[in-house]
Structures are given as structure tokens and as C-alpha cells.
């Protein structure tokens, strides 16, 4: 508590010789906020209007008000432990209770119960005169220091948001391929009937890693840029039923497996690699994060490899078969692609315009990638 007096006193003496040294006219100044910072990590903020304010806290005995205010606090906390709510707010009027002995008009006690039943005094207000605004915060974090760090990290945002006008980001989507446009397709094997193939859900995976350029179109505070940069893809597609992938007379097609063999996995992958251009649009709050973004463009690309993949139980044993090839499917890649998403959550969608197969070499069929970007451009 000694040191407690000390620094009130080094306090007062700063602030009455500041403005005794001052030359200039002072006009009623706005509320000024102190903040004083123990040895024992305790903080304690004065708001005052002048140095005649901060004066006056010497008739308030500080050191009975803290021991005052420990009895408030029992009586806030066992109130508390009572109490059906997890916050419970309690007010004391001392001056009231004991008038002609300089006690505070008002004391405001707020206490936090958590899920584990404990509970913990959260902030404590000593409104001293409350018609000239002279208040003692014990705890807690004052609006003025809120602020103050709101303003800061708004200004480190701004000043990174108009100084990038250019910016690579790391892209990584994950997310489902399906078919789009299929052509009725007799499957080869015993009794051919038209149908269209069906791909198992979770195992027909599109996978894409991109290192994408964003140029600010515009002035500094444009949310319109322009997108571009290399992504590589992995398309999966996995047959649903005992089909499987076959390459034979210069055809791909879809048959039955007929060696009595129950097929655990049969999939065609094929990995690309793609260059995008998009228009994009990112919207930002009052705080410079970022919001709402929509993006649109589209994309070229070329097949970099295909193969098969077979994965059955014969007798007990896990077979795992790979054949590489280029099972006919189409070389150049050109397509169209777009994000929407707000904040940290953003979603993609992906189509093929080029056909999945050489023509006359495969079944007609394009396809179609959706799913969400785990990281990338905001």
C-alpha cells in the first residue's frame, strides 16, 4: 500500500507542476485517462478532468477504500455463487451508508462465474463524485485502452492493406469431382444396357495446390484485383459398383468385372497443371479485415499424367494394382472456375468445358469440381 501512496504522490506532483508550467490558456479539457501499473501485475486507472480532480483524491484515503472494497468484493463473489447467471453486477453507495466521511458515491462490483463454478471478480468501478466524473477503475481494461489498441491494429491493417498492391498467396482447395453433360453409355461386360456411371462420393477426391499473384486494380482502396498464377490438380475418379477402367483398341471404357473378384477401389486419377485468371472481388469492415469475397474467371491447363488403380481382397491377400497410361482422356484443359465466401470460410466450384475423353476414344462426359479453399487469397 506504501507504494501505492508513492506513486499517487509522484503522480500528483508531475501533473501539478505540468500545468503549472504551462504558458497557454487551458480550456476545460475532456476526461483524461491514467493508468498506474503495480509491481504485483494489479492495474489501476484514473479518469479525471484536471489536476484539481487528481488532487482531491488524497480526502478519499485510498488505503481504507482498497480495504473497503475487499469486503465488497466477498459480498459480490458469495452473491455470485448464489446467483443462476454466470455475470452478476452489485452496486454499493458507501456515501449513503456513512454520509460526512468522504466515501465514494458508488461502487460497481462485476463478477464471472465459469462452467467450472468458480468465481472471479472481473472489473470494480469506484465512482467517486459522479457529477464531476471522477472515477477509480481497479481491474479490468479501460475503454480508452481498448480503443487504443483497436486503433493500432487498425492502423498496422491499413497501412499493409494500401501498401500491397501486390501479393502471392498460397492456394489449397479441397473438395469432390462429379460428372456433368453424360451421354447415355453402354457398359461393356454380360447384358449391356445404357446408363450413366455413377462415381462413389468419397473417393472421387479433386485436390489443388497454386501459388496465385493478386494485382490491386484500381486505387489503393480497390477491392477489385486480378488473379493469376500456376495450380497443380489431382482429379479422382472412383467407380461406383464392381466396375472398372479399361484401355483396349484405342478406347477407354467402363466394364464389369467378371473374374468373380469383389473390387474394394477402382479409380482413374489424373493430375494437371493449370494457369487461372479471375477477377476478384474482396470487401473489408471498418477494421480493414477482410469480408464478403467473389471471384470469377477461368482457367487453361494441360494433362500431365493419368493411371488406374484397382484395390481387391483375393484369398484373404489386399491386392493393390497401378497401370500407368493416358487412357484417351483430353490433353489441353480450358475451363471456368469461381470462389464466394466471407471471412476465413470461402468455397470454389470448378467446370470443365474441354470433354473429359479424346472424342470417339471414351464416354462423353465433362467434369465438374466443388468443395472449399482451406487457405488462400483474402
Not at 144 to 164: C, G, H, P, T
Request: glycine share 8%; charged share 20%; proline share 4%.
Amino acid at each position: 500500500m506504501k507504494r501505492l501512496q508513492l506513486a499517487f504522490f509522484l503522480l500528483l506532483t508531475g501533473f501539478a507542476h505540468g500545468a503549472a508550467a504551462s504558458r497557454l490558456p487551458q480550456p476545460t479539457a475532456p476526461k483524461d485517462t491514467i493508468v498506474i501499473r503495480l509491481p504485483n501485475q494489479a492495474v489501476i486507472t484514473l479518469m479525471v478532468r484536471d489536476a484539481a480532480q487528481l488532487r482531491q483524491l488524497k480526502q478519499y484515503q485510498l488505503d481504507s477504500l482498497t480495504s473497503r472494497l475487499a469486503t465488497y468484493i466477498n459480498q459480490a463473489e458469495s452473491a455470485a455463487k448464489a446467483a443462476s447467471s454466470n455475470q452478476v453486477t452489485m452496486e454499493f453507495y458507501p456515501d449513503k451508508d456513512q454520509p460526512g466521511k468522504q466515501l465514494p458515491e458508488q461502487i460497481r462490483i462485476t463478477t464471472h462465474k465459469s462452467s467450472a463454478g468458480t468465481v472471479s471478480t472481473s472489473k470494480m468501478e469506484a465512482f467517486m463524485q459522479k457529477n464531476t466524473g471522477l472515477t477509480l477503475k481497479i481491474g479490468g481494461k479501460s475503454e480508452d485502452e481498448r480503443k487504443a489498441r483497436q486503433l493500432s491494429r487498425d492502423s498496422s491493417r491499413l497501412k499493409n492493406f494500401e501498401s500491397s498492391r501486390t501479393r502471392n498467396n498460397l492456394v489449397f482447395d479441397l473438395g469432390l469431382n462429379a460428372f456433368a453433360n453424360q451421354k447415355p453409355y453402354y457398359t461393356a461386360g454380360p447384358g449391356p444396357q445404357a446408363e450413366n456411371l455413377d462415381l462413389r462420393t468419397e473417393g472421387s477426391r479433386y485436390v489443388n495446390l497454386g501459388l496465385n499473384w493478386n494485382a490491386r486494380l484500381g486505387g489503393k482502396h480497390s477491392p477489385l484485383h486480378l488473379t493469376v498464377g500456376p495450380e497443380f490438380s489431382f482429379y479422382n475418379f472412383m467407380l461406383s459398383g464392381n466396375n472398372k477402367w479399361v484401355n483396349t483398341n484405342g478406347r477407354t471404357d467402363v466394364v464389369h468385372e467378371t473374374s468373380g473378384r469383389q473390387l474394394q477401389k477402382s479409380k482413374l486419377s489424373t493430375s494437371t497443371i493449370c494457369v487461372p485468371l479471375s477477377l476478384r472481388l474482396q470487401l473489408h469492415d471498418s477494421h480493414y479485415r477482410s469480408t464478403f469475397v467473389l471471384s470469377a474467371g477461368g482457367f487453361v491447363g494441360y494433362r500431365i499424367k493419368s493411371w488406374t488403380k484397382l484395390k481387391y481382397t483375393n484369398e484373404g491377400t489386399t491386392y493393390k494394382d497401378k497401370e500407368d497410361g493416358s487412357y484417351n482422356m483430353e490433353n489441353l484443359l480450358y475451363g471456368l472456375q469461381a470462389t464466394i465466401g466471407y471471412r476465413d470460410l470461402e468455397f470454389f466450384g470448378k467446370y470443365n468445358l474441354n470433354p473429359l475423353f479424346k472424342a470417339g476414344a471414351g464416354p462423353e462426359m465433362q467434369a465438374v469440381s466443388f468443395g472449399v479453399r482451406i487457405f488462400g487469397a483474402n
